[in-house]
């Protein structure tokens, strides 16, 4: 099983960025997590990141027939990009949505999802163990 993990703007900065909301452990820690997660699951796991929208797109467009699942953290995006909800329509993979902080109980705009809306699965709120999750209910579901 082959996972995309795409990741949006900014989570380049963790360790640095409010680290009050996401904690002092920096992007490499995040995908050497996310690695050790994907041995243990017996999984290949493929990591992008990109603070740019269209690079973005490109990044699911080129999931499609090749890719069994896509876990996503849209960042930002989330809150503005039809395009990425879009893609994710497009492509047809199977699709989990993950935010490190609980942005239910965030500002008012961090309240609608759209990439959430082309998602079967949603792991919010859990820090780096959301990534584990959704790639565990991808080894389960895709
Ligand atoms: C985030 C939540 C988003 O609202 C925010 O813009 C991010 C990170 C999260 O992982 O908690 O950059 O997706």
Redesign the pocket.
């Given at each position: 099983m082959k996972l995309l993990i795409v990741n949006?703007?900014?989570?380049n900065m963790l360790g640095i960025r409010e680290k009050h909301?996401?904690g002092t452990r920096d992007y490499a820690a995040l995908c050497a997590y996310i690695q050790q997660k994907a041995k243990e699951l017996g999984v290949e796991a493929e990591i992008f990141q990109s603070n740019h929208e269209g690079a973005i797109v490109d990044a699911i467009q080129g999931a499609y027939q090749r890719v069994d699942g896509i876990v996503i953290?849209?960042?930002?995006y989330?809150?503005t990009s039809v395009a990425i909800l879009d893609a994710l329509k497009a492509v047809q993979v199977p699709a989990a949505e993950?935010?490190?902080?609980d942005?239910t109980r965030?500002e008012p705009f961090?309240q609608i999802s759209y990439a959430g809306m082309a998602c079967q699965a949603h792991f919010i709120g859990l820090g780096f163990e959301g990534y584990g999750k959704a790639m565990e209910w991808m080894k389960e579901n895709a």
């Open positions: 949006g703007p900014n989570l909301l996401y953290n849209p960042a930002a989330t809150h993950v935010h490190l902080t942005v965030r961090r």
